[in-house]
T-cell receptor, first 112, second 112 residues
Framework: QKEVEQNSGPLSVPEGAIASLNCTYS??????FFWYRQYSGKSPELIMF????GDKEDGRFTAQLNKASQYVSLLIRDSQPSDSATYLC????????????FGKGTHLIIQP | EPEVTQTPSHQVTQMGQEVILRCVPI?????FYWYRQILGQKVEFLVS????????KSEIFDDQFSVERPDGSNFTLKIRSTKLEDSAMYFC??????????FGPGTRLTVT
């Protein structure tokens, strides 16, 4: 069974700094990786996905993938208090229409 | 912007009763999913649905659960005989192609 590991935090970052969130996964065959943001009491919101080794940037967010190390990270530049949330890393359980296996999430706190 | 909708937002039921949770996926999406999240725990995959049939189901999705797409817009999750441990947030998700899944706001199920 695929496993996704994240440090639960809380990770506290001052406003304006870079927040770095990390995730490791167990299945070397995983091909796609997803980052969701979940505010307390709300549903997961897809913010980034990455399929290839290297970096992918979207606005203030950068996803980084290193398949050799089975490691995926999310960087948030110019952190804002509104970025305070739990960030969930997810990988597909298998191919096709399989569901996602989620990590427990990292609780991020941006300090004003 | 199109979004997944779910009804009701909160359902209270007695142990042993049947409940039906409803979802309207994004209109051009082809893949549909149900997840649950017990309070304080990670998001867990239940079932995926494609081309009018179940694609994959997790160990959680036992005989008391069923899914249906009764018409061209709704996607439902039925729990036949609820147990206390079924109390959770239930999220519906949909995707145009496999994996990039967009979540609805969720239904909070409370079993008493």
């Amino acid at each position: 069974q695929k496993e996704v590991e994240q440090n639960s935090g809380p990770l506290s970052v001052p406003e304006g700094a870079i927040a770095s969130l990390n995730c490791t996964y167990s299945d070397r065959g995983s091909q796609s990786f997803f980052w969701y943001r979940q505010y307390s009491g709300k549903s997961p919101e897809l913010i980034m996905f990455i399929y290839s080794n290297g970096d992918k940037e979207d606005g203030r967010f950068t996803a980084q993938l290193n398949k050799a190390s089975q490691y995926v990270s999310l960087l948030i530049r110019d952190s804002q208090p509104s970025d305070s949330a739990t960030y969930l890393c997810a990988v597909p359980a298998g191919g096709g229409a399989d569901g996602l296996t989620f990590g427990k999430g990292t609780h991020l706190i941006i300090q004003p | 912007e199109p979004e997944v909708t779910q009804t009701p937002s909160h359902q209270v039921t007695q142990m042993g009763q049947e409940v039906i949770l409803r979802c309207v996926p994004i209109s051009n999406h082809l893949y549909f999913y149900w997840y649950r999240q017990i309070l304080g725990q990670k998001v867990e995959f239940l079932v995926s649905f494609y081309n009018n049939e179940i694609s994959e189901k997790s160990e959680i999705f036992d005989d008391q659960f069923s899914v249906e797409r009764p018409d061209g817009s709704n996607f439902t999750l039925k729990i036949r005989s609820t147990k206390l441990e079924d109390s959770a947030m239930y999220f519906c998700a949909s995707s145009e192609r496999a994996h990039e899944q967009y979540f609805g706001p969720g239904t909070r199920l409370t079993v008493t």
